[in-house]
């Protein structure tokens, strides 16, 4: 559906603003001088006071004589000069109030947010709430003016407020202005009010009418009538909901979960954006058409299961596909799990380890963070036969997950993690972790010695200060989880500053070419390191996918969409293969390894985790993609 245009903000202009703020000038001179006597400073607190109650008697006065620009530079004032005054609240309500006149929706939506953090149970709540929906409506914002709408009008004290409002909402949905799952945001608002809840629903219910979504119409028209049956248009609801019901059975359809409102929009579009393609391409072809349905769950879990319950009791849902934050992936792999449920869930970002194995029919197609600690891990021990290894972490999830998978690989294979360090992100000095590990590594070196034959005069203290103060110690292998190749340049500088001579093992942080370029780059030279995708691989395949990307979105695509793009891919070869709905999880099990645009996937053996991690290692002039070898499987 396209968005709303430009004409809904005229429809608007022409309802009436609303009547000044209820509170009179003597009552907010009065609430001055209340504040002035309850305050400690004597008499110059009180006439300083007194001198901003008549400010904003004066700047009151100028603004209802339509004077605005004189008003709202006294009002400004005021409010500078005596912010916490309880007349500041009514100030800033009416200053609100002209630049929603000017028109001013920029600075509408900067005072709402202040006024907001300053009075958060306000009485002027609601009307607040209505300015802010003029403001995102002249800004062609639709579904947040709808929102603020929706919420002042069910707050409303009064029913010039609540008619206003109530207009403002029903201007945006009747112009076509929000998408479903907009619409369906809306919705959630109106619980408190029959009668703006009765209107929504059905208006909702037509919007999944005309979409096809004829399971989600029906249950909505019943829900329709469950609450207001008995009231007028009970007759036109049963007429929309019998022809719900008599609509053909609807096409496959594919789930996209993601946050599409909030901070992690722009992941959310990039989620929905890749799948779309796979799946409009998909239709292209004729093989039989396969429809999406969108769930915005705002990168919140508890938003997102409430909403995915809401779904799957209303629609015929074949497969999903996210979500794409790890929190709410888990979420919702416990959820489906816990139901037994025939429906797929395939995250395309997730890099939680141990999301897949949370339940028959989860698949992560992002390689884990503890899939990559594992495969660094068995490649070192397996592969370069190293024993004994010291981590050094940075102390975040991340870092935590990294160190946890690569220190349970070692012991598995028969090695030992000899010391686990952990530091924070911006610290630029880490020499006590790394001195830990020279104490170790001094030991294990003092004791290697001796096992070698030296004598106890040959080991004195005097001898043993020295190794320990100026000796390169040896360890086989320091594993140094950086998040980003600056953070790897400084851990693997730190290690060698601080005399410790050891094979460097690393993650995906160390994918930076940038590092080679440094003027002292040699201290990374050599090392090892796991990694999930490249970024912008340049195959035939991705610059395929790329173009035609490009060419229906306008925009390159990131790795967000060629990850969706392939879990889209994959959900519908697995569909493809299902010969009925029950089959459609165990088509997609039977699929061990899928060709993606960024690379194979290949499936672990117990569970759907992608463990198909690449490993490095760091040249001169590069980065060598490495084999691994049977020792290390």
């Known amino acids: 559906m396209k968005a709303l245009s430009t004409g809904i903000p005229l429809c608007l202009a022409v309802l009436a603003l609303l009547p000044l703020p209820a509170r009179s000038a003597a009552a907010a001179t009065a609430s001055v001088a209340a504040s002035a006597d309850k305050s400690a400073g004597g008499a110059d607190a009180k006439a300083s006071d007194k001198a901003g109650a008549a400010a904003l008697k004066k700047a009151k006065t100028a603004y209802q004589a339509g004077q605005l620009k004189e008003a709202e530079s006294q009002l400004a004032r005021f409010v500078k000069q005596n912010p916490k005054s309880p007349a500041a609240e009514e100030a800033m309500v009416i200053l609100a109030d002209i630049a929603t006149r000017q028109p001013k929706p920029d600075a509408v939506l900067a005072l709402v947010g202040k006024f907001r953090r300053a009075y958060a149970t306000s009485e002027y709540g609601a009307r607040i709430a209505w300015y802010q929906g003029q403001a995102l409506l002249r800004l062609g914002r639709n579904a947040e003016a709808a929102r603020a709408f929706a919420t002042a009008a069910a707050a409303a004290p009064n ?42 629903l059905e208006r909702l219910g037509d919007q999944y009418l005309r979409e096809g979504r004829y399971t989600a119409a029906r249950t909505t028209y019943q829900d329709w009538l469950e609450r207001y049956g008995k009231g007028d248009g009970a007759g036109r609801i049963k007429d929309k909901l019998r022809q719900a019901t008599d609509a053909p059975q609807q096409n496959r359809t594919v789930l996209l979960m993601a946050p599409m409102t909030g901070e992690f929009a722009e992941i ?23 429809e999406t349905r969108s769930l915005d ?18 629609e015929k849902i074949d497969a999903v596909i996210g979500p794409a934050m790890s929190d709410v992936s888990a979420a919702a792999a416990v959820d489906l799990s816990a139901r037994k449920s025939r429906i797929p869930m395939i995250t395309p970002t997730a890099t939680t380890h141990g999301i897949a194995a949370l339940g028959d029919g989860i698949f992560q197609l992002n390689v884990t963070t503890g899939t990559l600690g594992q495969r660094i891990a068995s490649y070192a021990t397996g592969c370069l036969k190293l ?28 090695g030992s993690v000899v010391s ?81 001579r050891s094979q460097f093992l690393g993650s995906s942080g ?31 395949v991705f ?9 229906k979105w306008k925009r390159a695509p990131d790795k967000v969409a060629a990850l969706a793009y392939d879990a889209a891919r994959f959900a519908l070869q697995g569909m493809a293969a299902a010969s009925n709905d029950d089959q459609i999880i165990p088509s997609l099990k039977a699929i061990r390894s899928f060709n993606g ?7 672990d053996e117990k569970y759907g985790a992608n463990a198909n991690a690449a490993l490095y290692h760091v040249e001169k002039k590069g980065f060598k993609e490495v084999e691994t070898c049977p020792e290390a499987d």
Do not use: C
Request: no cysteine.
């Open 159 to 200: 029913t010039v407020l609540y008619t206003n409002a109530a207009k403002g909402l029903w201007a945006i949905v009747e112009g076509g202005g929000l998408l479903t799952e907009e619409a369906e945001s809306v919705l959630e608002l109106l619980d408190r009010d029959p009668a703006l809840r009765a209107g929504m």
């Open 268 to 290: 959310g579009k990039a989620l929905k954006e890749g799948a779309q393609l796979a799946i409009d391409e998909n239709n292209a072809k004729g093989a039989g058409r396969v």
């Open 297 to 314: 769950d705002q990168g919140n879990l508890i938003v997102g299961i409430h909403r995915l319950r809401k779904v799957l009791r209303e």
């Open 387 to 414: 024993k004994d290894f010291a981590i050094v972490a940075p102390e975040s999830e991340y870092g935590y997950q990294l160190a946890e998978a690569f220190q349970k690989t070692v012991e598995k294979k028969g």
């Open 420 to 500: 686990v360090q952990y530091f924070q992100s911006e610290a630029n000095d880490l020499a006590p972790q790394f001195e830990e590990i020279r104490k170790v590594a001094g030991k294990m070196y003092i004791d290697k010695l001796k096992a070698e034959g030296a004598t106890a005069q040959d080991l004195d203290w005097k001898a043993q200060q020295k190794i320990m103060t100026d000796s390169v110690l040896p360890l086989d292998g320091i594993f140094l989880a950086a998040t980003n190749g600056e953070e790897a340049y400084k851990l693997a500088s730190q290690a060698a500053f601080n005399k410790l």
């Open 510 to 540: 160390w994918n930076d070419k940038t590092m080679l370029h440094r003027s002292s780059s040699t201290a990374i030279q050599g090392a090892y390191f796991s990694v999930d995708f490249q970024e912008n691989p340049k195959t035939d």
């Open 543 to 551: 610059l395929a996918f790329s173009r035609a990307y490009t060419a």
């Open 597 to 603: 645009v960024l690379g194979r996937i290949a499936f």
